[in-house]
T-cell receptor, first 114, second 114 residues
């Protein structure tokens, strides 16, 4: 069974641009969560989607948004990039039932903002 | 609000030494508690979990006991190996409406030398 797949693996952008990251969950998983990992702030929850609906959101500005498609694949978008958005963005999926506690993480997308 | 505090690293040990990584939490109610491990260049993997007071989670020789009286979930291993070198994260999930929103500690880097 394939794991959680995130693309691209690395991304370099400049300030003011926008970026879209993609996450394909494990087959059959309906929940997809996104986390930002930085050396200074550690791992912080961005948002979670379940059956195409956002059901939980962290404390990030509106520049950070996401969506989930009917096949459970998810994208997150960051508009008007700032230097502080440089981070590893991790996606995680979980099994049907929605509240299962085991999250399966992808290897992440390393975003560098210049 | 909910938070997790874990000991700062790096922790440097010789092979076969005893490992303890301290983790304490602040949360209302009865959160679920987790230890995740991150190897270089990879996403996070669930190491073990506990969902109620006095539960002991265990996996691959690692153990942690959910202590509500001391709000702690310390990670232990009797004999570490070089392959255990990684970053370890303690995390909690709130007991209501938490879904897959995890609150992580800052992470503790473990380096094991032969």
């Amino acid at each position: 069974k394939a794991g959680v797949t995130q693309t691209p693996r690395y991304l370099i952008k400049t300030r003011g641009q926008q970026v879209t990251l993609s996450c394909s969950p494990i087959s059959g998983h309906r929940s997809v969560s996104w986390y930002q990992q930085t050396p200074g702030q550690g791992l912080q929850f961005l948002f979670e989607y379940f059956s195409e609906t956002q059901r939980n959101k962290g404390n990030f500005p509106g520049r950070f948004s996401g969506r989930q498609f009917s096949n459970s694949r998810s994208e997150m978008n960051v508009s008007t990039l700032e230097l502080g958005d440089s981070a590893l963005y991790l996606c995680a999926s979980s099994s049907p039932g929605g509240t299962n506690e085991k999250l399966f993480f992808g290897s992440g997308t390393q975003l560098s903002v210049l | 609000g909910n938070s997790v505090t874990q000991m700062e690293g790096p922790v440097t040990l010789s092979e076969e030494a005893f490992l303890t990584i301290n983790c304490t939490y602040t949360a209302t109610g009865y959160p679920s508690l987790f230890w995740y491990v991150q190897y270089p260049g990879e996403g996070l993997q669930l190491l073990l979990k506990a969902t109620k007071a006095d539960d002991k989670g265990s996996n691959k020789g690692f153990e942690a006991t959910y202590r509500k009286e001391t709000t702690s979930f310390h990670l232990e291993k009797g004999s570490v190996q070089v392959s255990d070198s990684a970053v370890y994260f303690c995390a909690l999930r709130a007991d209501s409406g938490g879904y897959n929103k995890l609150i992580f500690g800052a992470g503790t880097r473990l380096a094991v030398h032969p």
